[in-house]
């Protein structure tokens, strides 16, 4: 009976340090540093992640095609940028449900655009942040991820315009 | 007597505690999503690494030179995109080794392609997989990373047409 | 009595293992693994982050206007590579600082530069380079990051020549 209380008392204090340290663990919150007072632009200046949170590393996504009958690699075959990266925010929203995330757990993105011939050669990037603030930054997803957007010379597949990768963490 | 038989419960206790603890962190294992069921083509949709694992951030690799004889910046000096990503993954081999890592711990790759002249300027795709293909997706070697892969204007070499950046985790 | 002696036993006991693993976590450090005994080369080969740290993400940071008053896109406008690295290393420096971070937090970092049409159309490399070994490999700040460094095709604006994205951890 003294060695069952006793070991009821070592359970308890166990169990409570125990719980204790894992409260704090899930209180150690992932931290959105904004770019500051004067700058609205929708990207986190640094995304802080704590330890203790399980981390994704997201393969870089592409666009399907907007008419697959069209000539492929033509502009009617993937349609411009904002429709690709459009294309891009679907195909990923499907990716992470099925990985049980959402966009607001994204951290880090990696966008890269192709120059379109339609812009003379330059990226489309007011067309890329059409599609991107309908994901990011909005009232019902205010997260914003750290994030480096560069024209690079090609994707894989010709007339493809963008591709984006993310990390994620939860 | 009393005290010490306490003082074995508690450790007792506490040590089985934080050993299932323990074990419960190794257990959470590194998952590798595929792309899906239809898609076979040899990357993960995305690789989750849980809290307690050691992560690796890897320098870009580039090629040796495979005939450093020849007129530096040329075809002869650099070999032909497969020959340099064979290279560089012979490159990396030799260092994961030295980090007690292998290919299996990769949980991310970037891969940077210059366009080859040979190839109408465009980069050549199908000559990096076909070095890729003998370090992931073997039957030696299935683990896959999550990967982006893309085209860039140049590297920091002439004639240098492949750079791979890993992050592992173990 | 019998049962607080047991009890301050139990806290002892705990606290005492508790207290141990939270010296384990902290006493595994960040390593940095050298290039090699010939290649001096102020990079890390591979930068190895233990479970328990804290991980940044940083946004690509770009430089600011050399000389905002000159034609916006121009060379006199940004400045060369240097310039503008070093530009960009004063931004990061003071986001770093706000952050409770500084430059040996650094564990990874990603060099986009543009070519810079003074130098054919070549990225200038060795102008980037001068900036970064005064905040990378320097007496006072030892640590290197693993690193990877490539030509694009172009920023977010057009003469923009340098963009920076870094990975911390602490």
């Known amino acids: 009976m003294k060695r069952s209380m006793t070991s009821l008392l070592v359970r308890a204090a166990v169990g409570g340090i125990l719980a204790s340290a894992a409260g704090a663990a899930s209180a ?12 609205n632009f929708p990207i986190a200046r640094a995304v802080q992640v704590p330890a203790g949170k399980t981390i994704f590393f997201h393969s870089g996504t592409t666009p399907a095609p907007l008419d697959p009958k069209a000539t492929p690699g033509s502009p009617e ?3 411009d940028t904002k ?24 951290v880090a993105m ?4 192709v120059g379109d011939p339609a812009k003379g050669g330059k990226m489309d990037f007011e067309g890329f942040m059409a599609a991107y603030t309908q ?9 914003l991820p ?11 597949a010709p007339g493809m315009l963008v591709e984006i990768e993310i990390q994620l963490a939860k």
């Open 28 to 39: 150690a919150d992932i931290v959105r540093h904004s770019l500051g007072p004067n700058n």
């Open 77 to 79: 075959y993937w349609g």
């Open 83 to 106: 429709t690709q990266a459009l294309s891009v925010f679907a195909r990923l929203k499907e990716s992470l449900t099925s990985l049980g995330l959402d966009f607001k757990d994204t």
């Open 110 to 113: 990696t966008v890269y655009l």
């Open 135 to 143: 994901y990011y930054g909005t009232k019902e997803q205010p997260n």
């Open 146 to 156: 750290a994030r480096s957007t560069v024209q690079v010379a090609s994707l894989v």
